[in-house]
T-cell receptor, first 115, second 111 residues
């Protein structure tokens, strides 16, 4: 019963490097999300997807890219890492009950530091 | 645009007390509301999901209520324990898909 799995758990990047944060869910959920959480700032939506092949921007998409080639996977790509991208990143998924999302489940997070 | 507010930002109570956490939202046209718990350095754990047609949802010592017309939800924790210490977040969908979160209430239960 894995739920939402994120890798890696921790990563240190140098300024200008790139990396991909992996996210996989095994609940056959249509909706998947990437959030970032900064201390005292709450969760901000980066990108989301309503199904394979469909993605859309959230509140803070600059500096990130996503793809959704399968229902299970929703990787987040950081290009040219900047110190402002130091944060904890959470992936989440939820199902659909008609036109609305059902209960959302979160991964354990990736703590990223850009130096 | 949906906005979610949680008050207070932090709360400290002695063990055994009953307590209420508050969540308010600006757009009452929501499909559901979800309460989460987050332990330090960990992910979010879903506690309760209340559909828009429901007024209450219970799980063990937790009871969540929803009043759509006033844009409010409360999370009631009975007989609090030190293990309940965590940050509690509420979230509502904006439109059909995107979850909007409050800033959370950091709860400390003192033995």
């Amino acid at each position: 019963n894995a739920g939402v799995t994120q890798t890696p758990k921790f990563r240190i990047l140098k300024i200008g490097q790139s990396m991909t944060l992996q996210c996989t869910q095994d609940m056959n959920h249509n909706y998947m999300y990437w959030y970032r959480q900064d201390p005292g700032m709450g969760l901000k939506l980066i990108y989301y997807s309503v199904g394979a092949g469909i993605t859309d921007k959230g509140e803070v998409p600059n500096g990130y890219n996503v793809s959704r080639s399968t229902t299970e996977d929703f990787p987040l790509r950081l290009e040219l890492a900047a110190p402002s991208q130091t944060s904890v990143y959470f992936c989440a998924s939820s199902g659909t009950g008609g036109n609305w999302n059902t209960e959302a489940f979160f991964g354990q997070g990736t703590r990223l530091t850009v130096v | 645009k949906q906005e979610v507010t949680q008050i207070p930002a932090a709360l400290s109570v002695p063990e055994g007390e009953n307590l209420v956490l508050n969540c308010s939202f600006t757009d009452s046209a929501i499909y559901n509301l979800q309460w989460f718990r987050q332990d330090p350095g960990k992910g979010l754990t879903s506690l309760l999901l209340i559909q828009s047609s429901q007024r209450e949802q219970t799980s063990g010592r937790l009871n969540a209520s929803l009043d759509k017309s006033s844009g409010r939800s409360t999370l009631y924790i009975a007989a609090s324990q030190p293990g309940d210490s965590a940050t509690y977040l509420c979230a509502v969908p904006q439109g059909a898909q995107k979850l909007v979160f409050g800033q959370g209430t950091r709860l400390t239960i003192n033995p």
